[in-house]
């Protein structure tokens, strides 16, 4: 017998687990081509739209929109606190911040997931996970400190802003999982992923309006919030969805520690940022800690003996 988080036999994910990777890698590439031009809140608004209308022909063919009509409100709503506003924040961090290090902070995702489901849905963390919480926040707090100051710099923006902005992003994340889990896990992933980025589109349309760009943005701009709409957010949500059917939940999730290794290459060879080692040695520790806290890595694997 199978559960849900049982890998499907005889059926390769690899490929599509290295593609997702890639794809949520270079979303923070293009954002930082985008939102120079665009702004932070129009750029959020036009990749959600983007992706809004990638995946509403697909839902349709799957004869899915009855489900999203009859459960519109809440879909809707946790499309704002997963892509409305992350997309904002992470626009907005990417103008002082480099890809490389707004991609680190957003792979503690899955630990502040772990924090929340603890304090709402009262999933009470084992020894291992509550210590991987300490050991990912400790990392946080060291790749924070490196780059805690409130002067800001060329961009007009603070990189200590950037950083919150990124950690709000990842709070949201966090919290719209366990929304999701709570309301919507009955729900075909497709409906949820379709309904939250309608959500978005909606929910930034009159901001995104109101701070559209004076001058029309270039046409490497477009071309970068078409890449981000269609490529990392629509492609990328139905090969996620297909992971999650052919390896399982836990699987998937475990792409977040890929993401930011394609990112930091992203960045060295199209944006020429640097890559110091103190933030390998925090990437490191937030790694391990995000791992144990959602229980991938159990504290026996890193204690010797048999």
Request: with cysteine; hydrophobic share 55%; glycine share 8%.
């Amino acid at each position: 017998m199978t559960n849900a988080n049982s890998p499907a036999h005889g059926k390769p994910w690899a490929l599509d687990f290295l593609l997702l990777g890639s794809l949520w890698g270079a979303s923070f590439l293009f954002m930082r081509i985008s939102t120079v031009e665009f702004g932070p809140v129009a750029t959020a608004a036009v990749r959600v739209s983007i992706a809004a209308l990638f995946l509403m022909p697909i839902l349709l063919y799957k004869g899915l929109g009855s489900q999203l009509r009859q459960h519109w409100k809440p879909v809707f709503f946790v499309g704002l606190l997963n892509s409305g506003i992350p997309f904002v924040c992470y626009s907005f961090a990417l103008l002082s911040i480099t890809t490389g290090l707004s991609s680190l902070l957003n792979a503690t995702v899955p630990m502040f997931g772990a924090l929340v489901a603890w304090l709402w849905l009262r999933d009470r963390p084992t020894l291992s996970r509550s210590l991987g919480l300490v050991i990912g926040f400790a990392g946080v707090a060291m790749l924070a400190w490196d780059t805690a100051s409130f002067k800001p710099n060329a961009s007009g923006v603070a990189p200590a802003w950037a950083v919150l902005a990124c950690l709000l992003a990842c709070l949201c994340y966090a919290i719209a999982a366990s929304f999701t889990r709570r309301y919507l896990s009955a729900l075909p992933p497709l409906v949820t992923a379709t309904g939250s980025q309608i959500g978005a589109a909606l929910g930034l349309a009159l901001p995104a309006l109101w701070l559209w760009p004076a001058q029309m943005p270039g046409p490497n701009a477009w071309l970068a919030l078409l890449a981000v709409g269609i490529l990392c957010t629509g492609v990328a949500y139905v090969l996620y969805f297909r992971i999650i059917g052919k390896a399982g939940p836990a699987r998937a999730l475990s792409v977040t520690y890929l993401v930011p290794v394609f990112a930091v290459i992203y960045g060295l060879l199209f944006l020429g940022e640097a890559v110091t080692p103190w933030m390998l040695i925090c990437a490191v520790v937030i790694i391990v800690g995000t791992a144990m806290s959602t229980g991938l890595l159990k504290l026996r694997h890193l204690l010797p003996g048999p």
